[in-house]
């Protein structure tokens, strides 16, 4: 009998997010609201959404709890290929799709303006069809490869952001994917969740609803040569002080190439225990643990276990820096179950463990490798 090849790919626990409408008011920006360049206001306005609510943590629980991570892909489709794929991803029983939020998309021209269109356009068409959305930051714009890293940049980019997404019922954002292989725990505290976070919470509140923040989904691996455990890295966002400012902690408990079953020092899915246990430690026991990715070959055999993935990104994904790692792919719905490390500030240093804040420096976007297998989203031909 042939071997049958499943994935597997849950979205755990939080966040609440109302059903989609077809028209949505736009909101827009107060008077008071912090503005690209004002870094005294950003640095203000951090210190006042410092806090992870009860009300934020319960918001985050009403979150449907299996869904399928699509990416950046699923923005390069057209409506006709979008809707095939959603259509067959509802015939899995996911009820909420997880969507890159790509920094260089929506600013590609510089830090005063904003470019939603492209990316409002495939999330409308994925709450048309009734699934939740989780979006996830990514990437960094090619214009601030020689700029300096400053507090108000993420801030701006999130509270605008807060701004279209909230008034479609999008409360639950994820800020970066797998920022372990890349930064270190403190630069990305510092400029990425505590500026992201204080943004969307400063929205939520203008538009009087309450918002979730999930913190980076963070990728097997070890500490040296750029990146950072995972245990080891939550607990440097700890020491930053990033505490206050997610709602819910973001893993990728991936045990490729193995059955999820089997321990190894590679198997988050048996490890997520020992990030529940740095988050006791630091008084968040109440939080929830989400795995934002997850995906697992039934098959056996690891050469066999490659192959599976070995696709050619898109030519699009790939200008647009959406990076892949293939960890095994679903055979009736080939949905993207892995887009590995986006481009981040690579730049701003520090060994990878290390918790101390980085001022800011230049920073720039790692180029995708051309080699990388990929397990990307794509109809049926």
Not at 206 to 228: D, N, Q, R, W
Not at 337 to 356: D, H, K, M, Q, Y
């Amino acid at each position: 009998m042939a071997r049958r090849r499943a994935i597997l790919f849950a979205l755990a626990t939080v966040a609440a997010i109302g059903v989609a409408a077809t028209l949505v008011v736009q909101a827009q920006p107060s008077d008071s609201a912090v503005r690209t360049g004002d870094v005294a206001r950003a640095t203000s306005d951090i210190a006042k959404y410092n806090t992870s609510t009860p009300a934020a943590r319960a918001e985050a629980a009403k979150f449907p709890r299996f869904g399928m991570s699509q990416g950046f892909q699923a923005l390069t489709l057209d409506s006709a290929a979008l809707g095939t794929v959603l259509d067959r991803v509802k015939t899995t029983g996911a009820t909420s799709i997880r969507l890159d939020l790509p920094w260089g998309e929506v600013q590609p021209d510089g830090p005063e303006t904003f470019r939603f269109d492209r990316v409002l356009k495939v999330y409308d068409q994925v709450l048309a069809k009734g699934f939740k959305v989780l979006p996830v930051t990514s990437g960094v714009p090619p214009w601030l490869v020689q700029s300096q890293a400053t507090v108000d940049l993420y801030y701006s980019f999130l509270y605008r952001a807060g701004l279209e997404l909230i008034p479609r019922g999008i409360t639950t954002i994820e800020v970066w994917n797998e920022v372990n292989l890349e930064l270190p725990p403190g630069a990305y505290t510092d400029f990425v969740l505590k500026p992201g976070a204080a943004g969307f919470r400063r929205a939520g509140e203008e538009l009087k609803k309450t918002v979730a923040i999930v913190s980076s989904g963070l990728a097997p691996a070890s500490t040296g040569g750029g990146t950072t455990a995972p245990t080891d890295f939550l607990s440097g966002v700890y020491t930053a002080g990033g505490k206050g400012y997610f709602d819910a902690v973001g893993l990728h408990p991936y045990s490729w190439p193995d059955d999820p079953r089997i321990v190894t020092p590679y198997n988050w899915m048996k490890r997520a225990a020992d990030l529940y246990q740095i988050m006791s430690r630091n008084g968040d026991q109440d939080k929830k643990i989400w795995a934002t990715e997850f995906g697992f070959p039934t098959n056996s055999g690891r050469a066999a276990s490659a192959r599976q993935c070995r696709r050619p990104t898109s030519t699009r994904a790939s200008r647009s820096g959406a990076r892949t790692r293939g960890r095994g792919r679903s055979s009736s719905t080939r949905s993207e179950i892995s887009r590995g490390a986006t481009p981040i500030p690579s730049t701003i240093s520090g060994s990878s463990a290390s918790t101390e804040r980085a001022s800011p420096r230049s920073i720039s976007s790692s180029r995708p490798s051309e080699g990388d297998d990929s397990c990307v989203i794509a109809p049926e031909t």
